[in-house]
């Protein structure tokens, strides 16, 4: 078996608790207004293909700077998309006593035995409404707001992100909308809202593509930072 991997980075430290390696997986469903990865969209791109055990050898060359709450991030792309492949991996980074991480959009299927091997799951949740979500990704929410519910089921340490766009949801009224939603989810350690940047602008170019915001402004960092003061008071 093996898995379409776009990317891995290591000694990253964004992407989850303490040091770790992040590894990109090829392939996503959502059409996301403000993807910063748009090669990593298409699952049928050529790119390098690994086994599971391939990938864990690459992350126990690491596992002295993970120490205590370091360890590797599934991102992508949407990891989901590769069940098998990740599930697989998952397992075997357990047996390697390696923490693993899950950045997501939640929009995947069977993903039961996947949450069991995984440690803690990084939740971009696009947006709560459903005809928002649908604007931003162009498909329905009800597929991620299943996987969280499932989350909650198994009792799963979650990072909640969100991406502030102008002129999206750039204000208290989206802000707030969150914070609601958020407030009746259970083990949500960490917050964050991540203002929108364009520079996957040359990205889309080189693919030949339209960039689906145009000339939105870029978010401004310091309003970013006040309405995400909203969600803590």
Excluded at 23 to 48: A, I, T, W
Excluded at 129 to 156: A, D, G
């Amino acid at each position: 078996m093996k898995g379409k991997v776009a990317e891995i980075q290591t000694m990253g430290l964004l992407d989850g608790p303490g040091i770790r390696t992040v590894v990109f997986l090829q392939g996503c469903p959502l059409r996301c207004l403000y993807c910063h990865n748009p090669e990593m969209q298409d699952s049928m791109q050529k790119v390098k293909q690994y086994t599971p055990k391939q990938i864990v050898d690459i992350l126990k060359r690491y596992k002295s700077y993970y120490k205590d709450n370091g360890g590797v991030t599934f991102s992508g792309g949407e990891p989901l998309m590769q069940r098998d492949f990740l599930l697989e991996t998952l397992k075997l980074c357990k047996k390697e006593g390696i923490n693993t991480c899950l950045d997501t959009s939640g929009f995947g299927f069977n993903y039961d035995e996947i949450l069991d091997y995984t440690d803690l799951v990084i939740l971009d949740i696009k947006a709560v409404n459903p005809e928002l979500y649908t604007k931003i990704t162009k498909q329905k929410v009800k597929i991620s707001l299943e996987f969280l519910k499932t989350c909650q089921k198994k009792n799963k340490k979650l990072w909640i992100r969100q991406v502030i766009v102008p002129g999206i949801n750039d204000d208290e009224k989206h802000v707030l909308e969150l914070k609601n939603f958020i407030s009746k989810l259970k083990n949500v350690e960490r917050v964050e809202l991540l203002p929108y940047h364009s520079m996957a602008k040359d990205k889309y170019a080189k693919l030949g593509l339209s960039y689906p915001l145009g000339d939105t402004p870029e978010m401004d960092k310091q309003k970013c930072m006040e309405l995400e003061k909203l969600l803590k008071n």
